[in-house]
């Protein structure tokens, strides 16, 4: 994160959006080489992995990785079998782990071998904090692994294969267990595992999102259905005659998907191919017949298949579908959480790279060869394999140039005095270097105050020293942030919110108008506080936990991970509320009270 420092000691170059891009990129050949680079992945830090094989690929044998670090390509890893490359580069953040029995973590410096701990496995996944998960053989079956950023632990240690494990924000982990009858769910919320299911039928393919929501596949005895696991039972999406159930080739689209607002996309293969999505209360028809699908965390979906205008390339936006494209031959869609959309495409002689910025689709690549298998990051920049000369693949890269205007106000973020909201006028009031439309001008900003890029402030707040002010965060009006108060990044604090000494709140946090945190308190990230709630002294809000309106939290609680706590509720002190647990509206806890799942 790029801070500046209000003193006037350092003044930090604005970070470019990916949510409203100019149409102006700049595009690199990474590689040169007489090998065959491809199936590039790109990291949040900018860093590009690929995988390489000696010319003719043949998508067999063995394969080496190599990495850009935004100067020049290293190797990286060398000797994966064929098979090991099925399961590709999964990433998250700064983070990228593959399949090997060394279980490898690479986090943008340094290899770890996490296998080496004795416990090798493969198709590990990792989160954005880097904690990785895999299916690791324990000398008599396949069990469960997590390392937790420090350590591997073994999660499970029965007498069956647990496997398919999926990871969230949190480090809660979803995966198939055999229980010596048929394939059950499985969930380690953070504390203990839950068994989700516990039936005659075959339980597959689940999938987990930031909110410790899960879905998965399920055998109902007739065909194969949706299914979702809500934080306290388990809902049966899909009750139909055809199969809900895709089964996909070698580096085709993952079904179901989960966003982290609970959302549920899946194909059907046994109804053709078609694409449905849950949100929650209906499932909807995205299309009648969907090649290659992707959702982001915000629920957004795109798809390459057919739609109600034709052919093309879809987008659904959250509200409505949205044609990108209407050649007919996308495919291989990708969104990321600001919901670009980069694909490939044919231009009527063969493959080029295509993307949608939020407002228009502009043409990245026009040339005489194959263009494939583009991915995008949060930030807007794009990697694919391009087969130069048709001799053997090259990795290539294309980013936004520094030219933006994120909030389209017809000034460039360089000389923008407030690049996330729109002020043509650029109104300054009071010469802060802060337009007024971002930083009210009745709000003082103390010499030592950290403030993030693209920070929203409302009049009448009133900060005090030492704060810190992370990058996106958006402050309402009449707020009170005392001395030590650390806010992370995209954090929301509502109207009239009162926040004591040296609370320190982590990035994604939410609180509604008209609360208020005593000092010393400790919220997560990613936690949703309701409005009018009052959190004592000493609390400790665990990541992906929830309040509801008007309760009141005494002094020296904790409430773990992803637990939610209802409205108009009294939590007396010193009490527990362990991960997962739902406390109902209208609960009175005496103090010193201690609730965990079973």
């Known amino acids: 994160m790029k801070m500046t420092t209000v003193s006037g000691v350092l003044l930090g170059l604005f970070l470019w959006s990916s949510t409203c891009l100019a149409q102006s990129y700049s595009l690199q050949q990474l590689t040169d080489n007489d090998s065959s680079d491809f199936l590039p992945e790109i990291l949040e830090s900018g860093q590009v992995i690929w995988l390489n094989q000696p010319p003719p690929l043949q998508y067999e044998g063995e394969t080496d990785l190599y990495y850009w670090d935004g100067t020049a390509v290293h190797p990286l890893f060398s000797g994966l079998g064929w098979d090991e490359t099925l399961n590709r580069i999964r990433t998250s953040g700064s983070y990228a782990v593959w399949d090997s029995n060394e279980v490898p973590l690479w986090d943008g410096a340094s290899l770890t071998l996490l296998g080496d701990s004795g416990f090798p496995g493969g198709f590990p996944q990792v989160n954005e904090s880097g904690q990785v998960v895999w299916s690791g053989y324990d000398g008599s079956d396949f069990e469960i692994f997590l390392w937790d950023g420090s350590a591997v632990r073994q999660l499970t240690d029965n007498e069956y294969d647990d496997q398919e494990p999926r990871i969230n924000a949190s480090g809660q982990v979803v995966w198939v267990g055999y229980d010596g009858n048929d394939n059950e769910i499985f969930l380690w919320d953070g504390s203990g595992i839950r068994k989700l299911t516990d039936n005659t039928s075959l339980d597959s393919r689940a999938v987990i999102n930031a909110a410790g929501q899960a879905a998965w596949e399920g055998f109902d005895g007739n065909d194969t259905e949706i299914y979702f696991w809500n934080g306290s039972s388990v809902v049966q999406v899909t009750d139909n005659s055809f199969s809900d159930s895709f089964i996909s080739d070698y580096g085709g689209p993952e079904s179901p998907q989960i966003s982290d607002g609970g959302d549920v996309l899946w194909l059907a293969s046994g109804a053709e191919d078609q694409l449905y999505l849950w949100d929650g209360t209906s499932v909807m028809l995205l299309s009648e017949n969907a090649s290659d699908i992707d959702m982001n965390p915000s629920g957004q979906v795109a798809w390459a298949g057919a739609g109600p205008s034709g052919p093309g390339i879809y987008l659904w936006d959250g509200a409505a579908t949205v044609r990108l494209h209407d050649t007919g031959t996308g495919d291989w869609p990708r969104i990321n959480a600001g ?24 043409q990245l690549t026009d040339n005489d060869y194959q263009d494939l298998s583009p991915q995008i990051n949060d930030a807007g920049e794009i990697v694919w394999q391009g087969a130069v000369g048709g001799a053997d693949h090259e990795i290539f890269l294309a980013g936004p140039s520094v030219d933006l205007d994120r909030d389209k106000d017809g000034i460039l973020d360089a000389a923008d005095n407030c690049p996330t909201v729109a002020n043509p006028e650029q109104t300054d009031s009071n010469n802060d270097g802060y337009g007024d439309a971002c930083i009210a001008p009745d709000v ?5 105050l950290e403030l993030g890029e693209g920070v ?25 942030l005392s001395q030590g108060v650390r806010l992370g990044d995209d954090v929301v604090i509502g109207d009239r919110v009162s926040i004591d000494r040296n609370v320190s709140i982590a990035d994604g946090v939410t609180i509604g108008e008209g609360s208020s945190i005593d000092q010393g308190v400790v919220i997560e990230a990613n936690v949703v506080i309701g409005s009018r709630v009052e959190i004592d002294k000493g609390v400790r809000i665990e990541s992906g936990a929830a309040v509801g309106d008007a309760t009141l939290i005494d002094r020296d609680v904790e409430i773990g991970p992803n637990a939610v706590i209802g409205g108009n509720c009294l939590i007396g002190s010193e009490s527990f509320i362990g991960a997962g647990f739902v406390v109902e509206d209208d609960t009175d806890l005496e103090s010193g009270t ?3 799942l079973p």
């Open 339 to 362: 919901g670009q959309v980069v694909w490939t495409e044919r231009d009527g002689s063969d493959y080029e790279i295509f993307l949608w910025d939020g407002s228009s689709v502009t």
């Open 444 to 448: 003082f900003l103390p010499g030592d």
């Open 456 to 480: 929203v402030i409302g009049t009448g707040a009133s900060i005090s020293k030492g704060v810190h002010i992370g990058d996106g965060t958006v402050i309402g009006v009449q707020v009170d």
């Open 594 to 596: 201690r609730l965990e």
